[in-house]
């Protein structure tokens, strides 16, 4: 019996948007379900998938926090 965790930012995919959203979610669940039927011949029905959403604010990257290390990404690009 899988379980795949998936987090992401609780700001949601697209900026603007304040989370995932319930269509996201279930495309998510197919993919990854879909992913281990491919893979590993896991049947769909046993796999379980998870998402979490995580606060920016408990979210880091490359040694910072995601908007920090945003903010230098961006001014690295002007």
């Known amino acids: 019996m899988p379980i795949v965790t998936i ?15 319930a269509e996201e979610k279930a495309q998510l669940i197919k993919g990854a379900s879909e992913l281990l039927l491919n893979v590993l011949n896991k049947p769909m029905e046993a796999t379980f998938v ?23 990404k961006a001014a690295k690009q002007s």
């Not at 609780?10 to 995932?20: D, F, I, K, L, Q």
């Not at 979210?59 to 908007?67: A, D, K, N, T």
């Open 7 to 21: 987090q992401v930012t609780r700001e949601g995919t697209r900026p603007g948007t304040s989370a995932v959203t």
């Open 50 to 72: 998870v998402i979490q959403e995580v606060e920016m604010e408990n979210w880091g990257w490359g040694g910072l926090p995601v908007p920090e290390y945003r903010r230098q």
